[in-house]
């Protein structure tokens, strides 16, 4: 237990931001700050290097390119940059695609062009007319704009760009933010305000949002964007809507972003008129392919349709006896014409089988593989559940090789503390990312399945399911800025190391000061593990309070279907807790390759991370470090409050290097985490105590309330829900 | 008819904003722009006669001011402005309230401080120890504050300060917002977003915005705030809400403002567990005496409740069989011992009479006229109808001189166009407070009623309906912050002139150039006129689309209360249009003064601007231009059109005088404005076409679409509905 110790009053906070009032707004600029370069030698070499910027082209593209130069070199040079008209002078930084470039610089990138992809980007020190220049090119102007912002980031955390090659291309394809936003701008799950999509005042007023934010995601490589909720609202799809869609397509195609919407399958019967949305009638067939005739006149980059079908009450082809390949294929013939594709996704349990949740994607959807048609592909959750603190990876990774699978991941923080939880989610995501399927040998990890290496599938896509509202930061808290971030880069790169991404994140948006950086990267990336200390330890998953999923809620019991209810995840009773899904059991294990099934079948092998997600073991069971897995699971709740407390001793020395508003955002966020890891911690354990039957022990608080007290807590208007 | 011609496409639009993209903020500063002085002359008479600020106290509300100054000063002169020990030096704005004045300095101001009240302020130039110094003083800390934004304000207005003596003091007691702000955010009537109150992070999280709302109030002498909807919630009542309220009050209070909640007449039966909240019931009597003890011992300066009972189907007194005073009374004696007062709202109409709503507040409430407590305030909105482009003012002012009233306007434009129209609403506030009741003679305007001069009431207030949201601009429109400011002020001093307030809006908002301020006035001015010519011209009301209120619907006849239907208002047939509320008719005009009621009642003498709401008149009626009255209709919805035309074609001369992102802002508004002042022109005349059965006359622009189209729109996500 650290000797930390919270001395928070609301007072004392409210008198030091009285001298705070400043209208600051640094919240709204996210990782795009731009700030003068602190250290002399790094901003002299970039002076040396940077006299002006030539802009080869004049598309809207590189327009944008050259704007955005013209802001981040002007901030971090902190002088005013000339554009020049031709690259006469010396140690210019020109930007063009590989079209606009002369015989002798196109002879310079010629070995570099052939290995990148349509977005992938060159920056290159070369000589031309023997002038040095720092050249920025791609094949496409969007190639070109993501180099740009590669650059500038390379200044926002002073690396040297004396000598560079820097040579990258996008791994994956179908890089996409997943909004669960409704037309009435409520947002499910969305815990950052509203929908930043004002239909009400669209097609004719651009919200300079919108902008804004199509430029932080081409800054990371983001190209598409699906703008609707899963749980869909045919509306969306009439002409009323399908022009301030447009509105919102035209604003992202200059940045490369593709718009996408969510189809609700009864939409023909909705808006069409018709009498049944069965996939196999060719009258809905029909109205499907003119409605994306309709679509794509308008929109001609349109993305393509995400669907969730016969999943928790959304209609699908099974409403007519149909299955997931006859309602995704129909889909996919009405946009092939235009290239559009099909997201369709594997989120579905079933009712009427109460055995396992965990194993029915997996059953419902890996017999179908191979039939889908090519412009389809299946987007499958993390994890067999629902994007709980941590889950092993979905069994579907690497088990339907004709099939591209696309991941899903959850930037917004359903699970984990909506936006007052300090929680860095790309260590999650590269701890499932890393995991070994094993389908074809060792090393044959989910991002293999991803970017489509391991089977070779041409369309590969990653998904963030949005975390942005109209929070004035964006995200709600400061550091959520950084899941967004980091969903970015994965995606471009679902190889890369979160700690390295954390590092860029924290030198963009606060300070490139190593005393500011080392501390804060290690308490970011050290969060995840603390989240899941103080809610779900040891396996634990699904005992969040229900419907808002706000606070602890092991008790709940009372719902209509048994596997909503958080007893049925637990499964705690006198002898002990945890759901047996080995063989002797659920027999979900066997979902996995052999190997991996033998690893977690096996309560020896099987990683304590996972213990209770996999056996239902009893309160005496020793775990590895000699505790008996009752006091094991009390120590890490308490372990969990502890890390909270040093994240808050951490965070409370860094003001001089972060502006006082963040600062102070993110120590009230931080008091607020410590409060409510506190209350997950004494919520769970005195209620698993009542089947342990043990006392706390030695090192774990006594709880400040009663059981009693932490059940009868009501959020009727907790947001997202 | 104007020569302009919109020259719009969208496309043209996104390219002009392209260069845009600088994270530019100025939209959320409002007034509080602070911008370097632009004129030198001005420029040099502030620098030679401010070296300094010298604060006399510390509390929270002085380091306020001491904060606001240096902001405000390091602004508009654009140099760092030092705070002084002391008052040895000259030229200094020495600022402090009446207490922390020397003797010398204190019978230098002795005059004008006996002739201020609490709240009032002194801007004195002053010579102390022989030195010229700049004396900010009042009774209190929070006139100090005051002061000083009134000082910045003429700094910011380009106004002399070489020899001041400005003395100033509010004439109205409670100068209030009403936010109909739910507890999920959602703003009945809000059209800027959603609410800024994140319940759900309150009490622990203090949002930036708070402070800053605050600021903006108290710059403008707003003093007080109801949070939350009237109609409301019985929740906010509850310990877990109390204790959220407390966190604003804490931040409010230092900035002059109270806090005030909206009570749920019920709400001792849905959160008190009683079976009754009959007010003559002793346990309901004690359960709101309790209540009101639980939150004064929180929040000791809770300013008390607003009520909106039996109206529109919210609970009241009369479910019991009493009456207003019986409830309003309970609940004033609930909060009299803290000294609270109870604001009871006037906005009653029944559903079983269907004669003429706009006599039954009246009818309603007159009787009572001295039996209410002396903490009671009684709320009347300033027509009998609701917040039309224009009404006369309503007939319950000056018609209870043993009560005091309460003016509420409404700056949320639920009728007028949402966020998307501008119309400057001080315009019709004045038109309101300068309208003459004659209830003792000639010159008994409605301002004296508010004010409370004219039955000289201690109590005295006047309420803004906000129009306030989470957009990152406040108010949705940049120019519907004009309506936020414009009401202060006139809360402030209900006898000023609507122009003198635009003028100093648009100078401390955007600049000071005569060229950009004297047309852009103008168009202001201008602009609520134009908004009841494109709406409602010639009396006609209530005539918009049902439930959301967005774009005309003078045709909806199916709602299930008759009052409640457009028809019910127009009654337009075969013979003519309007309602008759002369002695022919409903009688309503009998609810005024003898004076009043002859003039409207007479329809030769009633004004045109008031005749279909007093008369129904025959289409071949002469006006006073010598037109018929369907040629009139017609041309005045033409009119409508034309000036907002006009206001487009000003704007788009002003791209020099404003920053380019709220220059695009007001034009792509101004654009939707005028396609939308065609839709209410069309779509009112060719339903009013039927039953005149004459052809628009020359110089009406024919009809785009047809009835039928126009009847067909639905709106089902509108805001604030």
């Known amino acids: 237990m650290t000797k930390f110790i919270i001395r928070f009053s609301l007072y004392q906070l409210i008198l030091f931001l009285l001298p705070l009032v400043i209208w600051g707004q640094s919240d709204y600029k996210l990782w795009l700050q731009y700030n003068k370069v602190q250290n002399k030698n790094i901003l002299s070499e970039y002076n040396s290097n940077i006299k002006g910027i030539v802009a080869l082209g004049n598309s809207e593209t590189i327009q944008i390119a050259t704007k955005e130069l013209e802001i981040g070199l002007s901030g971090l040079l902190g002088k005013q940059i000339t554009i020049q008209e031709n690259s006469k002078g010396q140690s210019l930084v020109i930007f063009g695609s590989e079209s606009s470039l002369n015989k002798d610089v196109l002879e310079q990138v010629k070995k570099e062009l052939s290995t990148i992809n349509n977005e992938g980007f060159i920056i290159k020190s070369i000589v031309s007319d023997g002038k040095k220049q720092l050249l920025i090119t791609a094949k496409t102007d969007i190639g070109v704009l993501y180099g740009v912002y590669n650059f500038l980031r390379l200044l926002q955390t002073d690396k040297s760009i004396a000598n560079l090659n820097f040579v990258d291309s996008p791994k994956i394809n179908i890089r996409i933010l997943n909004h669960w936003d409704n037309l009435d701008r409520t947002v499910e799950r969305g815990y950052a305000g509203f929908s930043l999509w004002n239909w009400h005042k669209l097609p004719d007023f651009i919200d300079e949002r919108y902008i804004d934010y199509a430029r932080a995601n081409a800054s990371i490589g983001i190209n598409g964007t699906v703008l609707t909720n899963v749980n869909a609202n045919a509306l969306i799809l009439t002409p009323q809507y399908i ?313 709940v019991s009372n719902l209509s279907r048994p596997e909503w209810n958080p007893v049925y995840y637990h499964k705690a009773d006198k002898d002990g807790i945890g759901f047996n899904r080995s063989k002797t059991g659920s027999n979900a294990t066997a979902k996995y390759a052999p190997e991996v099934a033998q690893l977690f079948d096996n309560i020896g092998t099987c990683p304590e991370q996972y213990l209770l997600w996999f056996h239902h073991v009893s309160w005496d069971y020793k775990l590895k470090n000699g505790k008996t897995l009752w006091d094991g699971i009390a120590l890490k709740y308490q372990q969990g409050v502890d890390e909270v407390g040093t994240m808050n001793a951490t965070w409370d020395t860094m003001g001089n290097y972060v502006d006082e508003q963040r600062f102070k955002e993110v120590q009230m966020l931080l008091r607020i985490q410590y409060k409510e890891a506190k209350w997950w911690r004494d919520a769970c354990l005195l209620y698993f105590q009542q089947y342990s039957g043990k006392e706390l022990p030695e090192g774990v608080e006594k709880p400040t309330q009663t059981l009693d007290y932490f059940e009868s807590l009501k959020f009727p208007f907790a947001p997202g829900n």
């Open 243 to 555: 022009e301030k869609v447009e509105a919102l397509a035209k604003v992202f195609r200059t940045y490369g972003i593709k718009v996408y919407l969510t189809a609700r399958f009864s939409a023909p019967i909705e808006i069409g008129g018709l009498k049944t949305a069965d996939p196999l009638d060719p009258t809905v067939q029909n109205w499907w392919k003119e409605k994306a005739k309709e679509i794509y006149t308008r929109i001609p980059d349109f993305g393509g349709f995400l669907v969730k079908a016969n999943s928790e009450g959304q209609p699908g082809p099974q409403n007519y006896g149909r299955n997931h390949v006859d309602g995704a294929n129909m889909l996919a013939d009405a946009v092939a014409p235009y290239g559009g594709i099909v997201m369709w996704r594997a989120f579905v349990y079933s009712e009427h089988d109460p055995s396992d949740r965990a194993k029915q994607a997996y059953e419902e959807f890996v017999p179908y593989d191979g039939q889908f048609r090519d412009n389809v592909i299946i987007q499958v959750k993390n994890g067999a559940i629902d994007f709980q603190p941590r889950e092993p990876f979905h069994p579907m990774f690497g088990a339907m090789p004709k099939t591209p699978l696309m991941m899903e991941f959850q930037i917004t923080q359903e699970y984990l503390g909506f936006s007052t939880h300090l929680v860095y989610l790309p260590k999650l995501f590269q701890e499932v990312l890393e995991s070994d399927t094993y389908r074809k040998g060792k090393g044959s990890t989910v991002a293999k399945v991803i970017d489509g290496s391991f089977d070779n599938h041409k369309i590969t896509g990653i998904v963030g399911v949005s975390n942005i509202g109209n929070d004035i930061n964006w995200t709600g808290h400061p550091f959520a800025q950084a899941n967004w971030y980091g969903f970015g880069r994965l995606a471009w790169n679902p190889y890369l190391d979160s700690g390295a991404i954390a590092d860029d994140w924290l030198r963009m948006t606060f300070s490139n000061n190593i005393n500011f950086v080392i501390p804060v990267k290690e308490m970011m990336l050290k969060s995840r593990e603390t989240v899941v200390n103080y809610m779900t330890p040891l396996g634990l998953h699904h005992i969040m309070d229900t419907g808002h999923h706000y606070g602890p809620g092991p008790w």
